[in-house]
């Protein structure tokens, strides 16, 4: 996968965007991991290169994680799996940038939890909603209680 430097956009309180790049494997992998955990929400992690702080939008791995809420209404990222994709991400010279998870019944939009829960203002939050017969996936950055879309790119691959 190609390495693209993000785009910067002012919106909202001004913070950067980055254009989020996806292959269309790792989407494929996201939603099914969100399908997959129905009942339940599902989670994962994104990993990608980082550079000045910020990551560049392209992303070189997708983790699927176990939610250790096991709640269709909220999740926590398995500490276990968040070490991993960690370790593994560290080991390419890449960092964690981002999370995902699905919203089983309502839109793919962040809810005030995931705006309370948001731990890294440097991350993309990836949000899955299965409300619909078609998945929907939007991407997301929170800052400071502000939230501000990110355009998604779905790449060959």
């Known amino acids: ?28 992998r996201v ?8 009942p339940d929400e599902a989670c994962g992690l994104l990993v990608g290169p980082v550079a000045g702080g910020e990551a ?3 992303v070189s791995g997708v983790y699927p994680a ?17 070490l991993r994709a960690s ?5 390419r010279g890449h960092e964690i940038v981002g999370v995902w998870h699905s919203h089983t019944h309502t839109d793919a939009y962040p809810s005030p939890t995931d ?3 948001a731990v890294d203002p440097m991350w993309v939050y990836v949000i899955v909603s299965l409300r ?9 950055r929170i800052r400071d209680g502000a939230i501000a879309e ?7 691959g």
């Open 1 to 28: 996968m190609r390495t693209a430097s993000f785009r910067k956009r002012r919106v909202m309180s001004g913070f950067a965007l980055p254009l989020l790049r996806l292959t269309a494997s790792q989407y494929q």
């Open 31 to 38: 939603v099914g991991h969100c399908y997959h955990g129905l």
């Open 56 to 58: 560049t939008g392209a």
């Open 66 to 82: 176990r939610n250790a809420d096991a709640s269709s209404r909220t999740y926590t990222v398995d500490g276990k799996d968040f």
């Open 87 to 91: 370790r593994e991400a560290e080991a």
């Open 115 to 117: 705006v309370r829960q």
């Open 132 to 140: 619909d017969e078609a998945p929907t996936l939007r991407a997301f």
């Open 150 to 156: 990110c355009q998604v790119v779905l790449e060959a």
